[in-house]
């Protein structure tokens, strides 16, 4: 996690498809921990960020999980419905699970690991900032769960059941304020809210027009080229 270049990221695809060879429900979990928690570290933050979580990560000395989808919402992130605000009193952030669509669902390693990155729709002074990511202590160092968190096992599976698939509650949980992961945004102590993104979405649809440019997907008849998104009257709408 704290080294650089392509031999370093290459070792840690090698280790995880040997893995993967022996125990899915092991790459699994390795995938959580290193490519999902760790990969959001190191992408949605900043050296504040990496300085404190990323030595610890690669050490296993903190164990993470991943805490995006729903029970309402899986791949529609922009519609989540977990809730964090600001208290400038105490500097610190307050996530809750509104209601029970809210929860986070299905999320590996929940029933065991320590920390989570919890996305949630982030409100400053009223004014919803949309979505954002935060680190959050579910555990204690004794393996207890934190006060005002609540978990609970996704039970038997059909398979990959050597991974802990849980579901998350969060009622009033306080958090640090540079526990929130600030490479686009960030919140003054005094609660401002900070971006260095004026127009939102100018840049989504911008990034989302050069992806859709790149990006291909099924072909009109076999053997021919897969068809570009852009060309899809649909996505054009």
Not at 11 to 20: D, G, L, M, N
Not at 225 to 232: C, G, I, K, S, T
């Amino acid at each position: 996690m704290v080294e650089e270049g392509s031999g370093v990221e290459m070792r840690k695809f090698a280790v995880f498809e040997s893995a993967a060879m022996f125990d899915h429900s092991l790459a699994t979990k390795l995938g959580v921990h290193f490519f999902l928690w760790g990969g959001a570290i190191k992408f949605l933050g900043t050296k504040r960020g990496h300085d404190r979580w990323l030595q610890p990560t690669e050490d296993f000395t903190i164990k993470g999980c991943f805490a995006m989808t729903e029970l309402g919402h899986g791949s529609n992130v922009k519609g989540i419905e977990t809730v964090t605000m600001y208290d400038s009193s105490t500097e610190e952030f307050i996530i809750n699970t509104p209601c029970e669509s809210a929860q986070k669902y299905w999320i590996g390693g929940a029933t065991i690991h320590a920390h989570a990155i919890v996305f949630s729709q982030l409100y400053i002074k009223g004014e919803n900032q949309g979505v954002h990511a935060f680190i959050v202590e579910i555990r204690d160092d004794a393996g207890n769960i934190c006060p005002n968190i609540r978990v609970a096992d996704c039970g038997h599976k059909i398979g990959l059941n050597g991974v802990d698939n849980g579901r998350i509650w969060f009622d009033n949980v306080r958090i640090p304020r540079e526990n929130l992961l600030n490479s686009v945004a960030d919140v003054s102590p005094d609660g401002q809210y900070i971006s260095a993104i004026k127009d939102s979405d100018q840049v989504g649809l911008a990034t989302a027009i050069r992806y859709a440019l790149s990006r291909r997907a099924f072909s009109i008849a076999p053997n021919e080229p897969e068809v570009l998104l852009l060309d899809y009257p649909s996505h054009q709408r």
